[in-house]
Nanobody, 127 residues
Framework: QLQLLESGGGLVQAGGSLRLSCAAS????????MGWFRQVPGKEREFVAV????????FYADSVKGRFTISRDNAKNMVYLQMNSLKPEDTALYYC????????????????????WGQGTQVTVSS
């Protein structure tokens, strides 16, 4: 099991940038796929991005592709989400999530497949 703690959220104008961080504590961080999800009130939590345990493969939601970049530092047990060209519709509570990969290459954007979650960090983009 991993414990996850997000930081880096805040208020930014449209077109601006933010970098979210997720600090993980626990064993075998490098065996986990690490993802970011987001949620606005009244809507389901949605997939944003994931970086695989091998640190070589990433996937993005179409809505953020080309603007957001996910990365990880296995030596520091950290995951990052660099968000550029932010839009008001990016406003949400952003969650860090972890999925024990078991050493298998498998892409999933389903919440139920991620067993570890942080508390979330709020991102607000003003127009």
């Amino acid at each position: 099991q991993l414990q996850l703690l997000e930081s880096g959220g805040g208020l930014v104008q449209a077109g601006g940038s933010l970098r979210l961080s997720c600090a993980a504590s626990g064993r075998s961080f490098s065996s986990y796929d690490m993802g970011w999800f987001r949620q606005v009130p009244g809507k389901e939590r949605e997939f944003v991005a994931v970086v695989w345990w091998n640190d070589l493969t990433t996937f993005y939601a179409d809505s953020v592709k080309g603007r957001f970049t996910i990365s990880r530092d296995n030596a520091k047990n950290m995951v990052y989400l660099q968000m550029n060209s932010l839009k008001p519709e990016d406003t949400a509570l952003y969650y860090c999530a972890a999925r024990n990969s078991g050493g298998i290459y498998y892409f999933t954007k389903l919440m139920r497949d991620y067993g570890n979650w942080g508390q979330g960090t709020q991102v607000t983009v003003s127009s």
